[in-house]
């Protein structure tokens, strides 16, 4: 009795068979089609996370390079101060030596050496032992 219905009921059981197959291909095709849309929503929403960090990024890199500038800046400003400041203690030891000499030339003149003397254990010039020899001379 199945056997019968079935053989004689067997071109509309092959038909819902395969109307059932095409529907289930369908279905899964909608279903893929979803999840594929969800996925490249999901990929945009992370690649305007990655765009906007990077944006935050660059503006902090660029903070940190007006900040380094600032500071080279200042940098420089020091280091042109350290040099000024190295050149007018050289400039004050050389008149502080220099006074050191001319007093050494001085006691040398009142103790009653000669110029030549002077000159050879100063270092001075001529004109400045021959000033010193005419004023300080005893």
Excluded: P, W
Excluded at 10 to 31: H, K, P
Excluded at 34 to 48: E, H, L
Excluded at 90 to 101: C, P, Q, Y
């Amino acid at each position: 009795m199945l056997v019968e219905f079935l053989l004689s009921n067997f071109e509309i059981l092959i038909f819902f068979s395969i109307i059932f197959v095409i529907v289930g291909f369908l279905i899964l095709f909608l279903m893929q089609n979803i999840k594929f849309q969800q996925n490249k929503q999901s990929i945009i929403d992370y690649a305007n996370i990655i765009h906007n960090s990077n944006k935050e990024l660059k503006d902090y890199l660029n903070s940190i390079v007006n900040i380094l500038e600032s500071q080279k800046n200042e940098i420089v400003k020091i280091t042109d101060k350290i040099s000024f400041i190295e050149r007018e203690i050289n400039r004050l030891g050389n008149v502080k030596g220099s006074e050191d000499i001319l007093g050494i030339a001085i006691d040398m003149a009142r103790k009653g050496e000669d110029k030549e003397s002077i000159k050879k254990n100063t270092g001075l010039r001529e004109d400045e032992v021959e000033a010193i020899y005419t004023y300080y001379r005893k």
